[in-house]
């Protein structure tokens, strides 16, 4: 969860920090096409706190619960010789499976494609080293900066059979993250005006230059599918050129 934790543990939520890992991991596994099965979290710190851990694990529960995904367990770990004083981490590894002939993975994009975009609930979970140097400037308490990870599981379903690739946007920024999906020769042109972004980015917008906005965070599309034709309803954020 990176340097997440910091912020969530001394504004008291580290329950979202864990429903955070869980949407996390299962979009990630979401990507390929894939049928995510089971999660594993891990926990370390200088000191454990158990009601810290429980916030965490009934976080990551509650997501799993809705995902139907089983959390099989995972590892607790207290190691003041490697975590400092106050230190808290929190990781997680989902498991998917998916036949070989369903895997979606970008192969068949071509030019002429149509990108479409699926709103975040704000930051999520990437970029907030940079969020937290910005916080020394001037206070931010709105609900979107520690929202956590949109669970894009209904949406990766519902697209399953028309989407060429999907896209969780993470670290890297929505570009960032559509070129690793996209075959050689192949490259997206968004329209960065195309969607609403939450107003968490407009107060970071008043400390962080645009270029380096669009390359840390989310900017308001937690989710990509790239797809031949858009269709009624769609938020066409840009095209394959």
Not at 153 to 178: E, P, Q
Not at 185 to 204: M, N, T, Y
């Amino acid at each position: 969860m990176g340097t997440k934790l910091v912020l969530a543990r001394a504004r008291g939520r580290l329950r979202d920090c864990g429903a955070d890992l869980a949407a996390h991991c299962i979009n990630d596994v979401l990507t390929c096409g894939a049928q995510p099965l089971i999660l594993l979290d891990y926990v370390a710190a200088n000191e454990i706190h158990l009601e810290e851990v429980a916030d965490l694990v009934d976080g990551a529960a509650g997501v799993c619960r809705r995902a139907g995904v089983a959390l099989v367990g995972g590892e607790t770990a207290e190691l003041p010789g490697i975590y400092a004083p106050g230190e808290l981490d929190f990781a997680g590894t989902c498991v998917g499976i998916v036949a070989r002939a369903d895997l979606i993975d970008g192969s068949t994009v071509t030019a002429g494609d149509v990108v479409i975009g699926f709103p975040s609930a704000g930051v999520h979970a990437n970029g907030f080293t940079l969020v937290r140097s910005v916080l020394e400037a001037e206070d931010y308490d709105g609900a979107d900066l520690l929202a956590p990870t949109r669970l894009y599981l209904d949406t990766a379903r519902a697209l399953r059979g028309r989407a060429k690739a999907f896209v969780h946007v993470t670290g890297g920024g929505i570009l960032g993250n559509l070129e690793r999906v996209l075959p050689d020769g192949r490259h997206a042109e968004l329209d960065w005006q195309s969607w609403h972004r939450p107003e968490v980015f407009d107060w970071l917008a008043r400390h962080v230059e645009e270029a380096e906005l669009r390359r840390v965070f989310n900017l308001g599309i937690g989710w990509c599918a790239i797809v031949g034709e858009a269709e009624v309803g769609d938020t066409v954020i840009g095209r394959i050129r």
